[in-house]
């Protein structure tokens, strides 16, 4: 069961898009020095299609995508929420994973942006060219594009 600590609409999680970022707690991860400790515990409200619907709803017209920030205790159900937004509204859909490489059950294909790797403080964020962390475009086929250098300052 996904639960949702909060959310945001922001501008800098996916390039160029506007995005509902929903924050997912209870996550497996901890990486060390991670800036959002409080999404390890566990609560928060149900995040289900219902309540995706009316967060989707409510800014609709403002966001061109939704990204799950986390939800890696719950990969499959990302997945089901993601082509669910995919399937009933015009907008991108995007996941922030912190496992180094995407569950063998999950179909890219209901992703157009997926974000690969933990948190490793001393190799950094997107932002910095030493992470370990991977932005990707995903195609409608399912392959992936590295895009992480978007982070990059050129």
């Known amino acids: 069961m996904l639960k949702f600590y909060n959310f945001d609409i922001v501008f800098s999680e996916i390039p160029d898009e506007v995005t509902l970022a929903i924050n997912i707690s209870a996550c497996p991860n901890c990486c060390e020095g991670c800036h959002s400790p409080w999404l390890w515990k566990d609560e928060g409200n149900l995040l289900n299609q ?32 993601s082509s669910f937004v995919q399937s009933n509204y015009a907008l991108k859909t995007a996941w922030y994973s912190g496992k180094e490489n995407l569950p063998e059950t999950i179909d890219a294909r209901n992703f157009n942006y997926i974000k690969l790797g933990p948190y490793i403080k001393s190799l950094g964020s997107l932002k910095d060219k030493t992470t370990n962390q991977r932005l990707y475009s995903v195609s409608p086929e399912g392959e992936f594009q590295d895009i992480t250098s978007r982070f990059w300052k050129k």
């Open 50 to 81: 219902e309540s995706l619907s009316a967060l989707v709803e409510t800014y609709l017209n403002e966001i061109t995508c939704v990204c799950f920030m986390g939800g890696d205790n719950s990969p499959e159900e990302v997945n089901a929420l």
